[in-house]
């Protein structure tokens, strides 16, 4: 049976998806750790997860993890039914305030604070809700989704596929 959305480059599986992805988390990480560290002085936290508890192990945590969160948002859209979403730089971005929203609730509400506690680097509540947790989050995705398209070459506002279809 015929995919209902067919590849739109022949790169779609291919290096230019994870470099684009891992780029992206890099941009992402990088736009989501600045409010980390100045607004909620939260990089010493990050690395006391892996026993740094200094602003430099936090920011390495931190693009580590941004880098495979990245990777998996990319396998996620290109790999799932989601994929048919990701084919306009419009429907990227929404995927990625998406999923900077799902991370918002697995990562930040609950793996960072169990994660925490087992390491004794709490005591933090689980779930732990943050206001500005959540806005990190969302950046994080919004940046993702944006640099993520824009560096696999997705910029047109519509499918290929389907603007060029005959009327």
Not at 3 to 8: D, E, G, V
Not at 42 to 70: C, D, E, K, R
Not at 122 to 135: I, Q, R
Not at 147 to 159: F, I, K, L
């Amino acid at each position: 049976m015929a995919q209902a959305y067919p590849s739109r480059m022949p790169t779609e599986t291919g290096s230019r998806v994870w470099t684009a992805s891992a780029l992206a988390g890099l941009v992402a990480g990088i736009a989501m750790g600045l409010v980390m560290q100045f607004v909620m002085n939260a990089m010493p936290l990050i690395g006391a997860l892996v026993g740094q508890p200094t602003v430099v192990g936090g920011w390495v945590l931190h693009l580590v993890i941004s880098v495979v969160f990245a990777l998996t948002f990319a396998a996620i859209i290109t790999r799932t039914s989601l994929s048919r979403y990701g084919r306009t730089t419009l429907g990227t971005v929404g995927l990625g305030l998406a999923y900077g929203a799902v991370l918002t609730v697995v990562a930040g509400w609950f793996a960072l604070p169990i994660w925490a506690n087992a390491v004794g680097a709490g005591p933090l509540p689980v779930p732990l809700v943050v206001p500005m947790g959540v806005v990190t989050h969302l950046l994080y995705g919004l940046v993702l989704g944006g640099v993520y398209a824009y560096a696999r070459g997705t910029t047109e506002s519509e499918p290929a596929e389907e603007t060029n279809a005959p009327a």
